[in-house]
């Protein structure tokens, strides 16, 4: 068996000419940090598992689509990458389509909590409708632009920082997390019924811009397909 000498020294920085190497490493590996777990902490205020189905409950929805509310916005992230991958293949820059579809799977957390603040008790069949539909939706264009985050990610991060980025999102996303139930309680006190959730799914949506905005820090270069 070889003998392994153990190595006293720090990992050497990825080189400048490797994915996600360079002067804007450091960037870049924040960025995806901050993005992440914002973005994952942001759903939080509106779980599926929990905060969701009291919503459709309440707005008298079947017992079906109260079930389903837990995985609805993993439902949209099935099929729609398998769909797009070769488009993605193509692109010299990935971050311009991530932002670009990023905003559209954030902006139906927006119509669903403005729709249940100014429309939910009098037109609850609509409140319904566009809750349910918000984190399919959400799902729907972030299995889209899967492919191309995850090549983002590899064109931006080095594979050496991956992991510990990954693994820091959810620590970041599990300390918003394990704050957003006193948050949720405070606000369904203070505006009790569908006006709470609507201001959550508000909340919700704040975060996911905060999330895209850092994203838009990222420094992609360009690379020619070959």
């Known amino acids: 068996m070889p003998e392994i000498t153990p190595s006293v020294t720090s990992p050497s920085p990825p080189a400048p000419g490797a994915p996600g190497g360079g002067k804007d490493g450091l960037r870049n590996y924040l960025a995806h940090v901050v993005e992440g777990g914002l973005f994952m902490g942001g759903i939080a205020f509106v ?3 929990s905060v969701l189905p009291r919503i459709v409950d309440t707005l008298g929805g079947p017992g079906w ?3 389903m509310m837990p995985v609805a ?3 949209g992230f099935v099929l ?4 797009v991958a070769h488009l ?3 692109l010299e820059r990935t971050l311009p389509v991530v932002l670009a579809v990023g905003v559209i799977q954030r902006l139906p957390f927006l119509v669903a909590g403005l729709t249940l603040l100014l429309a939910g008790d009098r037109l609850p069949g609509l409140a319904l409708a566009i809750v349910v539909a ?3 939706l959400s799902g729907l264009a972030g299995g ?3 492919p191309a985050w995850m090549e983002l990610i590899a064109k931006t991060l080095p594979p050496n920082r991956r ?3 990954m693994a820091i999102r959810m620590i970041i996303a599990s300390m918003i997390g394990i704050t957003s139930g006193g948050i949720i309680a405070t606000v369904l006190h203070r505006w009790p019924g569908l006006p709470g959730f609507g201001i959550l799914h508000l909340v919700t949506f704040t975060f996911m811009v905060l999330s895209i905005s850092v994203l838009a820090m990222v420094k992609e270069e360009s690379v020619h397909p070959g």
């Open 73 to 75: 916005l993993a439902l």
């Open 80 to 83: 729609p990458g398998v769909l």
């Open 163 to 165: 992991a510990s980025a």
């Open 144 to 146: 889209m632009t899967s």
């Open 88 to 90: 993605v293949e193509r």
């Open 47 to 49: 779980a599926p598992e």
């Open 65 to 67: 689509v109260i079930a």
């Open 134 to 136: 918000a984190p399919l």
